[in-house]
């Protein structure tokens, strides 16, 4: 089942260079690493004005949220955790990860990755340790993921777990 098959709204935050190919209309956009010249191109000339630009660094222009990086000791992870912190600040209680296995597998618009994508050779082990961390947590539960290892520590999103009809512990997720 393909993750826009669910018939359910849902808002997408779309993460660095993922806003370059997400199909349908986004609200959020995070870069991580948006002081870099690449990331300040693709807010300012890929991301449409209706769109509310996130980040951390406060030396960051044409952002509209600059999220303090003072998460218990620092920032540590990936801009997905950050987007995930940042889902939960704003409110957003199910979240799903798209195209963050974590791993050198495919993710949610194709089944294995292009020679060219810019994660091929990337080694995402380093970063899994803190999704094991965030999965251990209670933000946990406002967690699933579509694929690979996140998949694996989250489980996959449900109908049910969308609406909030879906229990963990005894109470409504």
């Known amino acids: 089942m393909e993750?826009?098959?669910?018939?359910?709204?849902?808002?997408?935050?779309?993460?660095?260079?993922?806003?370059?190919i997400v199909?349908?209309?986004?609200?959020?956009?995070?870069?991580?690493?948006?002081h870099m010249p690449d990331m300040q191109k693709v807010a300012r000339e890929m991301v449409g004005p209706d769109v509310l630009k996130?980040?951390?660094?406060?030396?960051?222009v044409g952002f509209d949220i600059r999220?303090?990086?003072?998460?218990?000791?620092?920032?540590?992870?990936?801009?997905?955790?950050l987007a995930v912190r940042i889902g939960i600040a704003l409110d957003y209680t199910?979240?799903?990860?798209?195209?963050?296995?974590?791993?050198?597998?495919g993710n949610w618009y194709r089944g294995s990755m292009p020679d060219n994508d810019v994660k091929k050779n990337k080694d995402h082990r380093p970063h899994l340790w803190k999704w094991t961390e965030v999965a251990g947590r209670p933000i946990g539960r406002f967690i699933r993921s579509m694929s690979g290892n996140t998949m694996d520590l989250f489980g996959k999103p449900?109908?049910?777990?969308?609406?909030?009809?879906?229990e963990h512990h005894g109470e409504k997720v």
Not at 54 to 60: A, D, I, L, Q
Not at 94 to 105: F, H
């Open 3 to 20: 993750f826009i098959d669910f018939g359910i709204d849902f808002d997408t935050m779309a993460i660095n260079y993922s806003v370059l």
């Open 23 to 34: 199909p349908w209309e986004i609200q959020h956009f995070v870069a991580g690493d948006s």
């Open 54 to 60: 996130h980040c951390w660094n406060p030396e960051s």
């Open 67 to 81: 999220w303090m990086r003072s998460f218990g000791g620092g920032w540590d992870g990936t801009t997905a955790t």
């Open 94 to 105: 199910n979240i799903v990860l798209a195209g963050v296995p974590m791993d050198k597998s």
């Open 158 to 166: 449900t109908t049910e777990w969308l609406l909030g009809k879906e």
